[in-house]
């Protein structure tokens, strides 16, 4: 593990959001208590229901243990706007406030190191206008590929920001409806930018889900204004960030099996090693989405099944439908 050092003042504003899941933000505050921002915005959605008020106030409660020099701002919704709006407009507050600055959410712990990673990174590339988003999160620093540096160049990661900081020149981008998405799709320079046909059909398949509002889900619209852009993440080379928010609770992070859920967060060194070239990883990144982000075998499977028999409008699949909902969904 490296040597501790001194880490300098911590002067990039940091977004905490969360809803009403007391354990686990306790632990995200804690991490933000020990950094020690001069600016502190915190985001909450309201409650769903009568019954979850108290437990949102609990959380909203931990505004009052600030108790260290610092400018504290909330959002605390009376009524609930949910994941998708909830979360993308609490980034929109504060990126109208700051021109750059640290998302945690409430389930999302950082390692101290994750607070200077992100703050450097920030002020090298601040008018780099091809860098798109510092992640903290790398669920696969167990590469045996090699490293060029403590953070290498990435362009196909999607959704699952794990702790990240980013610019208001990005956010600027931002549409939470994904309104250039069908236009996007339609056009043959968006095949020239997948690394293989599994990448470009689960893609497909997640902007399609979340632009027809099957999943509920503020993250895939940020990652399309980087396809658009052709932009690039910055991951590094260990991992900053521990999913807190397995389980029963979470939205997108309910199983316990799920290969995410890795204890695997540890400081990363400093001074920090700049990679030499800036150029995309692409063998990282296809290796990356493979193991972390694409579809399984069998879901493949269905969906070429599926689109064999005509897809969910084909006349097959239809009757089955059909014929199911006659028999009441068994």
């Known amino acids: 593990m490296p040597e501790p050092q001194q880490a300098p003042p911590l002067t990039v504003p940091v977004l ?3 809803f ?3 354990a686990p933000t306790r632990q995200v505050f804690s991490a933000i208590r020990a950094a020690r921002p001069t600016r502190l915005y915190f985001a909450c959605d309201g409650p769903r229901n009568e019954a979850e008020a108290a437990r949102c106030e609990e959380v909203r409660a931990l505004a009052r243990e600030v108790d260290w020099p610092c400018e504290l701002k909330v959002r605390f919704n009376e009524r609930n706007m949910g994941l998708r709006k909830g979360v993308s407009s609490a980034i929109a507050w504060f990126f109208e406030h700051e021109p750059e600055g640290i998302v945690l959410e409430d389930d999302t712990l950082p390692v101290p190191s994750f607070f200077r990673f992100c703050q450097e990174l920030l002020e090298r590339y601040r008018d780099d206008e091809r860098i798109w988003v510092i ?3 790398n669920l696969m620093d167990d590469w045996p590929g090699g490293t060029d540096g403590s953070y ?3 362009a196909h990661g999607y959704g699952a920001p794990w702790g990240w900081a980013s610019w208001r020149r990005v956010w600027a981008h931002y549409d939470v409806d994904m309104g250039a998405w069908p236009e996007l799709k339609r056009s043959p320079l968006l095949q020239d930018f997948f690394l293989d046909r599994r990448e470009q059909e689960d893609v497909h398949s997640m902007f399609d889900h979340v632009h027809k509002g099957l999943m509920n889900s503020w993250s895939y619209q940020l990652d399309i204004t980087r396809v658009m852009n052709h932009g690039l993440n910055i991951l590094p080379a260990v991992n900053l960030i521990r999913n807190i928010g397995f389980g029963a609770d979470g939205t997108h ?3 316990l099996s799920d290969p995410r859920n890795k204890d695997t967060a540890r400081d990363i060194a400093f001074p920090l090693r700049h990679p030499r070239f800036m150029m995309l990883d692409a063998r990282r990144d296809r ?3 493979r193991r972390y982000i694409g579809s399984t075998p069998i879901y493949r499977l269905k969906r070429s099944v599926k689109a064999a028999l005509g897809g969910p409008q ?5 009757a089955f439908s059909a014929l199911k ?3 009441g969904g068994r």
């Open 16 to 18: 905490l959001i969360a």
């Open 20 to 22: 009403n899941r007391i």
């Open 135 to 137: 992640m903290g999160n």
């Open 152 to 154: 290498y160049y990435s």
């Open 253 to 255: 992070t309910v199983a």
């Open 287 to 289: 290796a990356y989405f």
């Open 314 to 318: 084909g006349p097959v699949l239809k």
């Open 325 to 327: 909902a006659k028999l």
